[in-house]
Nanobody, 119 residues
């Protein structure tokens, strides 16, 4: 059974860079045709897709966040990491990592981690 777990700071100051890591167990992030995403949900709003790291190592980002976002991976640890630069209070949200087969819906979700941007 594939399980995902987010880790990282719960509080970030404005202008800082957020770094969150998703550790995947029970499956490999290099398994063909799987895509590993970061998704967030600001308070009172819907889910917002941030970007993905594909099984092949290719990345893709939301146009609205692309200039501030990087997703990398460590295949030896079966982890992928989100970096979101120049954080503002509007980036306060619950951040999720999730995985899906390329033709399907998200099958696997982490429990989510609250990130608050405040001085």
């Amino acid at each position: 059974q594939v399980q995902l777990q987010e880790s990282g700071p719960g509080l970030v100051k404005p202008s800082q860079t957020l770094s969150l890591t998703c550790t995947v167990s029970g499956g490999s992030i290099t398994t063909n045709y799987y895509y590993w995403s970061w998704i967030r949900q600001p308070p009172g709003k819907g889910l917002e897709w941030i970007g993905y790291m594909a099984y092949s190592g290719v990345t893709n980002y939301s146009p609205s966040l692309k200039s501030r976002t990087s997703i990398s991976r460590d295949t030896s640890k079966n982890q992928f990491t989100l970096q979101l630069r120049s954080m503002t209070p509007e980036d306060t949200a619950v951040y999720y990592c999730a995985g899906r087969y390329y033709t399907g819906e998200y099958d696997y979700w982490g429990q989510g981690t609250q990130v608050t941007v405040s001085s």
